[in-house]
């Protein structure tokens, strides 16, 4: 596959999609960086534009269905994209706690409806000319539910299964489509966490092994393979064996 020209990143400002955008950024690339800090996402554009890629930036919430529909299309129409990458995500938050409530629907906002308002607009510019690829972030933890991560592994899991159904709705009409399901990686949306986070990766690394994998126009990029496997097995377990080793691990 020819390496992507004019790339759209949501989620940039910072973590992986700030580390994807320094992957991407080489003369003679186009990075379109979406994000809410306008000031950190202009950081990230001027880092980008030192390697010799021609960066913009748009300061814009996910979850503003009109508003991202109006940054994507305008992207869109100012040079065909590419590759449209559905980063933006926030992490898992406490259950309990008098606003746990609406920190899950943020959660599921921004991580569920943010992916559905970054594809939806790009999916029939991509059809009409027959090229293109997205892709989707999902999550390990969107294989089975753990305590604590309700509404992020809903979120998660949601994000993988409709994009390995849009993978197959779109590939005969000549569009790629990429689910994307890391483990734990060193970003802001990871300090502080209260839960094993077993192989750890650096957000580099991470942002490398997606790049790689989008490249060989995989389905499912997950990653690392024990993690993955382990995760795999568990959502095949029985019910009661599965929640038995959860509590185990996590002490719950």
């Given at each position: 596959?020819?390496?992507?020209?004019?790339?759209?990143?949501?989620?940039?400002?910072?973590?992986?999609?700030?580390?994807?955008?320094?992957?991407?950024?080489?003369?003679?690339?186009?990075?379109?960086?979406?994000?809410?800090?306008?000031?950190?996402?202009?950081?990230?554009?001027?880092?980008?534009?030192?390697?010799?890629?021609?960066a913009?930036?748009?300061a814009?919430?996910?979850?503003?269905?009109?508003?991202?529909?109006?940054?994507?299309?305008?992207?869109d129409?100012?040079?065909?994209?590419?590759?449209?990458?559905?980063?933006?995500?926030?992490?898992?938050s406490?259950?309990?706690?008098?606003?746990?409530?609406?920190?899950?629907?943020?959660?599921?906002?921004?991580?569920?409806?943010?992916?559905?308002?970054?594809?939806?607009?790009?999916?029939?510019?991509m059809?009409?000319?027959?090229?293109?690829?997205?892709?989707?972030?999902?999550?390990?933890?969107?294989?089975?539910?753990?305590?604590?991560?309700?509404?992020?592994?809903?979120?998660?899991?949601?994000?993988?299964?409709?994009?390995?159904?849009?993978?197959?709705?779109?590939?005969?009409?000549?569009?790629?489509?990429?689910?994307?399901?890391?483990?734990?990686?060193?970003?802001?949306?990871?300090?502080?966490?209260?839960?094993?986070?077993?192989?750890?990766?650096?957000?580099?690394?991470?942002?490398?092994?997606?790049?790689?994998?989008?490249a060989?126009?995989?389905?499912?990029?997950?990653?690392?393979?024990?993690?993955?496997?382990?995760?795999?097995?568990?959502?095949?377990?029985?019910?009661?064996?599965?929640?038995?080793?959860?509590?185990?691990?996590?002490?719950?």
């Open positions: 596959m020819t390496a992507p020209a004019a790339i759209l990143i949501t989620g940039a400002s910072s973590g992986l999609g700030a580390a994807l955008a320094r992957g991407y950024a080489a003369p003679g690339a186009r990075l379109v960086l979406l994000g809410r800090d306008a000031v950190r996402l202009e950081a990230v554009a001027d880092a980008a534009r030192t390697l010799g890629a021609a913009e930036t748009i814009v919430d996910v979850t503003d269905r009109a508003a991202m529909a109006a940054a994507v299309t305008t992207a129409e100012a040079g065909p994209l590419d590759l449209v990458i559905a980063n933006a995500g926030i992490g898992p406490g259950a309990e706690g008098p606003d746990a409530a609406a920190k899950g629907r943020r959660i599921l906002a921004v991580n569920l409806d943010g992916v559905l308002n970054t594809v939806d607009p790009i999916r029939p510019c059809v009409a000319r027959g090229a293109g690829q997205i892709a989707l972030m999902s999550s390990l933890a969107g294989f089975h539910g753990f305590p604590g991560m309700g509404p992020y592994a809903a979120s998660k899991a949601a994000v993988r299964v409709y994009g390995e159904a849009l993978r197959v709705e779109l590939r005969a009409r000549g569009v790629r489509v990429s689910v994307i399901c890391p483990g734990f990686i060193r970003t802001p949306l990871t300090d502080g966490a209260r839960f094993p986070m077993p192989m750890l990766m650096e957000v580099g690394d991470a942002a490398a092994a997606i790049r790689r994998g989008l060989r126009e995989r389905p499912m990029i997950a990653f690392p393979w024990p993690v993955h496997a382990g995760t795999r097995l568990l959502a095949a377990l029985p019910a009661a064996w599965a929640d038995a080793m959860i509590r185990r691990v996590m002490r719950v």
